[in-house]
């Protein structure tokens, strides 16, 4: 099945993820909570050392593991905005999936998805051209790769032209605004810190469909997975609050993998 992870919101299911491996002080509690972990790649935050452990660490809690590439701009996080050709974009996804797809497949697990990191991801929701470079190098990598990328955005248009399955990604510890891209982080109020209204937005999204935007708006958003930022100092008390917030819902965590194989094709081939 190409096009979006039938994660199945009728079903009453959703995929939990968070960006891990970034130095984070509770990536191993984090672990616990998560269906999904976006592992960085070492260029903007992580080395192999990291990667082997985190990948270890998930492997072992059943956690899908997912390559979480960025650019190689560590002073910024990867989240300052860089002007570089398609060519460059193919090449640093495609190095930073091959390298932690190399480090799964030496613990004995298997990569399930492909989410950009910070920047990256922002410039390709609204760049075709980065979006589709994105897309060209998961495909060529492996074409079984979930493409994880923000909901109603270039990315995820460039992933299902690119015959990948994707998973539609909203934030639970993000502001919208009324397109439907994320506040940006220069805004004062652009992350939720508190958890009851983390909790909130993602049963609005979940249940009816719709968010709240910053100027308070209402905008609809069908989502596959939802994202916790490992590297918020909030982040383990927002994600338990949601954890129970869906359990009060009977709304079941499963990752995108899991929903893939329960639905799709199985994995296509080993990364290589």
């Given at each position: 099945m190409n096009g979006a992870v039938d994660t199945g919101v009728r079903e009453r299911r959703i995929d939990l993820n968070a960006d891990l491996g970034e130095g984070g002080p509770a990536d191993a509690a984090l672990l616990a909570l998560v269906s999904s972990a976006n592992i960085a790649c070492g260029a903007?935050?992580?080395?192999?050392?990291?990667?082997?452990?985190?990948?270890?660490?998930?492997?072992?809690?059943?956690?899908?593991?997912?390559?979480?590439?960025?650019?190689?701009?560590?002073?910024?996080?990867?989240?300052?905005?860089?002007?570089?050709p398609p060519e460059a974009v193919y090449r640093l996804v495609?190095?930073?999936?091959?390298?932690?797809?190399?480090?799964?497949?030496?613990?004995?697990?298997?990569l399930v998805h492909v989410k950009p990191h910070g920047a990256l991801y922002n410039q390709a929701a609204r760049n075709p051209e980065r979006a589709?470079?994105?897309?060209?190098?998961?495909?060529?990598?492996?074409p079984s790769l979930v493409l994880v990328g923000?909901?109603?955005?270039?990315?995820?248009?460039?992933?299902?032209?690119?015959?990948?399955?994707?998973?539609r990604e909203a934030f639970a510890d993000r502001r919208y605004e009324a397109d439907g891209s994320l506040t940006p982080r220069r805004h004062p109020d652009?992350?939720?810190?508190d958890p009851d209204e983390a909790a909130e937005q993602v049963l609005s999204l979940l249940q009816q469909g719709h968010l709240r935007t910053r100027d308070g708006q209402s905008i609809a958003m069908t989502a596959d997975t939802?994202?916790?930022?490992?590297?918020?100092?909030?982040?383990?008390?927002?994600?338990?609050?949601?954890?129970?917030?869906?359990?009060?819902?009977?709304?079941?965590?499963?990752?995108?993998g899991a929903a893939r194989e329960s639905t799709s094709r199985p994995q296509s081939k080993s990364p290589h």
């Open positions: 903007h935050a992580g080395d192999a050392q990291t990667m082997a452990r985190t990948v270890a660490e998930a492997a072992a809690q059943g956690v899908a593991i997912g390559a979480h590439p960025g650019y190689a701009d560590r002073e910024h996080f990867g989240r300052r905005p860089l002007d570089l495609t190095e930073q999936i091959s390298a932690l797809a190399a480090i799964t497949q030496a613990a004995g697990a298997h589709a470079a994105i897309a060209q190098a998961i495909r060529d990598f492996d923000l909901a109603g955005s270039a990315l995820i248009e460039a992933g299902v032209a690119h015959g990948l399955t994707v998973g652009a992350l939720i810190h939802l994202c916790v930022h490992g590297d918020s100092p909030v982040a383990l008390a927002l994600i338990r609050h949601i954890r129970q917030a869906l359990a009060r819902a009977g709304i079941a965590v499963r990752s995108l």
